[in-house]
Structure formats: C-alpha cells, structure tokens
C-alpha cells in the first residue's frame, strides 16, 4: 500500500512501487486531466507538481513520491493558475487541447520561480512540452499574459 496526498487529499494506493504515477492517477484514482503521450518523458502531456516542482508523471514511479504532494490539473489553482486559464481562454490558446493540462502545469510553475519571464525564459521552460497542433506562439502570448495580470 502507497500512501501520498493527491491535490491536498491523502490516497493511498495498492500498486507496486515501480508503477508509473501516470497509471496511478488515471486508473486507479480517475484523474484523466493528466494525459498520456509518449510514455518516454519526451512530450510534457504528463505534467504535475510534486512538492511544488514540475515532473513527469510517465517516467515517475509511484514509490518515489509515497509521502508527497502531488497537484494534479484537477487541483492546481492559485493566482497564477487562474491568471493562465483566464489568458488561455482569452487568446484562445489550444487548438485540440490534448497537451494543455501539461502546458498549464508547466507553465504555472514557471511564473510561481520567475513573474516575469522573457521570450527565452518561457522557451527554456515550457522546452519540454510538445504541441502537435504548434500553437506555441498563442502559448507564449498566454504565459506573457497570465504574467502582466498577476503584476509581472
């Protein structure tokens, strides 16, 4: 039995240590919000903040975060949480959607270490995202707004 707090509840889980946090949030606990693309690190679709540090959830076995706090993007809120959906919506940022839960969490953490980031530091960050549908310049746009609403 694995026991770690999901979006501030405790959950524990009966799974083998080596079992990819990704299978755990989405079979066993049901939340879809973190999404699987490649299953090899390469992609960001599986982001979630652990201890408030971006990881993915995909290469990331469930042993290895027993005890810690996971935010899923069912839970991530705060200011700047708020301040990205509200730019995302506003420039209408995703296309298909698919990486955007990703893209978010990625992105919510780069404002909470750095409020105003450059173009370079937006592109350092959010390296590791992919997005099939390429709307990186509307993503950018988003994370340059979501930073000018919260003062950045």
């Known amino acids: 039995m694995i026991t770690l707090t999901i979006n501030g509840a405790p959950r524990s889980v009966e799974v083998r240590g080596d079992t990819p946090l990704l299978w755990v949030l989405r079979d066993h606990l049901g939340l879809t919000g973190t999404k699987y693309g490649c299953g090899q690190a390469l992609c960001g679709a599986c982001m979630v903040h652990v201890d408030g540090s971006p990881m993915l959830a995909c290469v990331t076995p469930v042993g290895a975060v027993a005890g810690k706090a996971v935010i899923t993007i069912e839970g991530a809120g705060g200011r700047a949480m708020e301040a990205l959906r509200a730019a995302w919506a506003e ?15 990625s992105a919510a953490a780069l404002l909470a270490r750095n409020p105003r980031p450059t173009d370079a ?21 988003g994370i340059h707004a979501a930073a000018k609403r919260l003062g950045g």
């Open 121 to 141: 530091d937006i592109d350092a960050a959010m390296d590791g995202n992919l997005c099939r549908c390429a709307a990186y310049h509307r993503i950018r746009a």
């Open 91 to 105: 420039l209408d940022v995703p296309q298909c959607g698919y990486c955007q839960s990703g893209q978010l969490m």
